[in-house]
DNA sequence: TGCCGTGACTGTACGGTGTAAAGTTTCAGC
DNA sequence: GCTGAAACTTTACACCGTACAGTCACGGCA
């Protein structure tokens, strides 16, 4: 009585490879609380055990799997247009994000930074570089630009709601604890503009953007005059 | 032979605020994993199950640890000078952030926001409308703003190192599994930046923050004339 | 052909987690 | 002193990461 029961021998052996894409496909699909080592190993056929001979721990799963999605960006292009640059990464970076909203937390605290990561962290110097920024300049864009994009994932990531009538639904059961009347700068906001027909958080991103690559613009221009007068 | 060994009857019972307060030091102490309600109820003196007659479930306490953070932000002013006012209230917020890093995830995302969160949100809309901002003009400074400084704090949140030493030593950690050369440009950041005498990143932050508050002010004062040229 | 080492995987176990459900103690008010 | 509710404990379950030992298939070699 041998325990093959089906799949005789045809089994594919596993491979890094194999683990990472099926342990991103996991966190996608339920966010980071269900990508466990039973249940990866059991959506591959095999038990949590054996992933452990070709990873040393969960860890380096995530590690594997966050730089998957590093792999994902955009490259920032080289030359003088790094506004243009800037703009297309950032709008890339932003929509990686969220299509991995589980990986927001993780992306920038890797002890162990893997090739896509090093990777896009060196073709974003080099282009701002390549722009003719000086590297405290390059320093100042890319935390500015990362911090934003980063931030505006994060704040976004959990919003419970895509629709404007969700936002009402939401907004109620929030207040509804409190006494009405209790905020009215809150309430005004709701009824006034995040209700609006049309309104949509997302949009914010590229508004702030620009206001940021606007203001990179002119303290690199301009770069001996203090901001404030 | 009663088990009351110690502390014979004199215990003090719970109340939600002294769990709160526990807790919220645990999670300073040890991060947020070390937050479970077993070590939350050996530090209080009690089984981990005496919690659940103070909250429904564990989310229950951390919505009241994050409305305790949201306390410690200072309030916006009401005024003309928003600048100031928006300043200000920025850097206390990266302030908590950073005292309680295990929270920058968590801010926004709850479900059951408390009276301190609505409250914070109610202000910041009250300060950014009493300097004139319509409700459109509000939400973007906010949204700006609000991104900057939490994706500030999160990136900045896992930085393992505080000197310029810890640096040299990290970064050269992270680029040894690969061949020399292969990342010029990190190299280059690294060793004409990063590792200067005096260099800080937390520096960065206001730079970033003067940058975007320098940015709304200028679309503020003139709403009609689009940024790019 | 037989053996054996190694690569790949499984079985079992341990200490940890959140929490449901039931049991026990403590104490205020009658 | 009795009663009932408040406050807390006990036990149990399903899950988690992973240490450690065992098992199985298979390629190379005698």
Sequence with gaps: ??????????????????????????ADQGGLESLSMRKLGQELGVEAMALYYHFANKDKVLDGIVDLVFGEIETPSVGPDWRTAMRRRGISLRDV?????????????????GPANLGHHDAMIGSLRS???????????????????????????????????????????????????????????????????????ADEFEIGL????????????????????
């Design 210 to 229: 620009d206001v940021i690559l606007e203001g990179i613009e002119r303290i690199e221009t301009q770069p001996q005059e203090p901001p404030r007068p």
């Design 131 to 201: 722009a003719g920024f000086d590297m405290a300049m390059a320093a100042h864009a890319y935390s500015l630009l990362d911090s934003y994009i980063y931030g505006f994932a994060l704040t976004k990531m959990n919003l419970p709601f895509e629709t404007t009538t969700d936002i009402a639904a939401m907004a109620e059961t929030m207040l509804e604890p409190f006494p009405p009347g209790e905020y009215p700068n809150l309430s005004a906001f709701i009824t006034e503009h995040a209700m609006k027909p049309g309104y949509d958080y």
């Design 97 to 113: 994000l969220l299509r991995h909203r589980w990986a927001i937390g993780l992306m920038e605290s890797r002890l162990n930074p």
């Design 1 to 26: 009585m041998t325990t093959r029961t089906t799949q005789p021998a045809i089994r594919v052996p596993l491979s890094r490879e194999l683990i990472l894409q099926t342990a991103l496909r996991l």
